[in-house]
């Protein structure tokens, strides 16, 4: 299993991580680097392109460093090479691992894109072809179609488990590598949210605050909190030893700073299988909980 960090966190984007400034992002990716991390995921949308900025400033100041960076771009319809090229500008002298396609789309032909992105492959621009958050139906039908992906990256957490097994078995069937990314649930996970006026971003509006869903969410909190109890742990690190677990080809990581990022590249615990099975227990109710109320994480909309 290959670690990655995340950098979604790295400055604000879309209403979420309101209060993250860019110095504390610098910071957090200059301490990565001292860490030992090699592998970053990233994506244009993250701070509208100012991530990609950030992350390509402070990677090239180690350049006896070899890194290898993901990104994803959306559809649109402009060529998918055009698409790519602000990415090209930013991460300049650096190794784009996979080139995702960031969220599909009903408004334009995501096949044709993802074939184009497949032509930027073999131009060498790209080591590998992948999509980000696709559900799995879609997935098949493109497999089945012959458009070739490498790997999909999915939210693979005790907060959203929906089609995990699913997606996991058609994955190892097609040779398809699986980026679980928010293991910790966008640190909704932690223990600390109870409810969503415990948070001041975009968090606060997502599906387990809903009326529907929030009682399986503190039932789920609960089942974690016994855990980290047991094990003298944070209830960070039950919630990424369980996606540990399920053994995804690659972890991406997320932290708000140093301290975050130490914990979570160093945490070791190791669960039980009936810890596993009644955590799978109070996931798949969440879930049940959600199915009325959103098709993904973000009840977004393509």
């Known amino acids: ?21 860019p110095s504390s992002g610098e910071s957090l990716l200059s301490s990565a680097v001292r860490l030992g991390v090699t592998c970053f995921d990233t994506a244009q949308s993250y701070g509208k392109g100012r991530t990609e900025q950030v992350l390509g400033k ?41 080139l995702y396609l960031h969220w599909p789309s ?3 032909d995501c096949a044709d894109y993802l074939r184009q992105m497949s032509e930027i492959k073999e131009s ?28 999909i990256q999915r939210p693979v957490s005790l907060l959203w488990s929906r089609e995990l097994s699913e997606t996991f078995a058609f994955c190892r069937q097609h040779g398809i590598e699986v980026a679980a990314y928010s293991p910790t649930g966008m ?10 006026s415990d948070l001041t971003d975009a968090r606060a509006d997502l599906f387990c605050f809903d009326s529907r869903c929030i009682g399986a969410f503190r039932d789920l909190l609960s089942v974690i909190r016994a855990d980290a109890d047991k094990h003298g742990c944070s209830c960070t690190a039950v919630s990424l030893a369980w996606v540990r677990h399920k053994g995804p080809d690659i972890l991406i990581l997320g932290a708000r700073n140093q301290d975050q990022l ?39 909309k393509w």
């Open 187 to 196: 640190g909704l996970l932690s223990g600390k949210y109870q409810k969503s």
């Open 58 to 98: 402070i990677l090239r100041r180690f350049p006896d460093r070899k890194f290898v960076v993901d990104t994803k771009i959306m559809p649109s319809s402009k060529k998918a090479i055009d698409t790519l090229r602000p990415s090209l500008n930013s991460l300049s002298g650096l190794n784009i691992g996979c």
């Open 124 to 151: 060498g621009l790209c080591r590998k072809v992948g999509v980000c958050n696709l559900p799995l139906e879609t997935l098949s039908e493109y497999v089945s179609s012959g458009v070739r992906i490498d790997r």
């Open 262 to 300: 130490r914990q979570n590249l160093e945490t070791n615990v190791s669960l039980s299988e009936s810890e596993i099975s009644d955590l799978d227990l109070a996931s798949q109710k969440l879930d049940e909980a959600s199915r009325t109320v959103c098709e993904n994480i973000f009840s977004y």
């Open 106 to 108: 009903s408004i334009f």
């Open 1 to 21: 299993m290959r670690t990655y960090l995340g950098t979604w966190q790295v400055t604000p984007s879309d209403g979420f991580w309101t209060d993250q400034y």
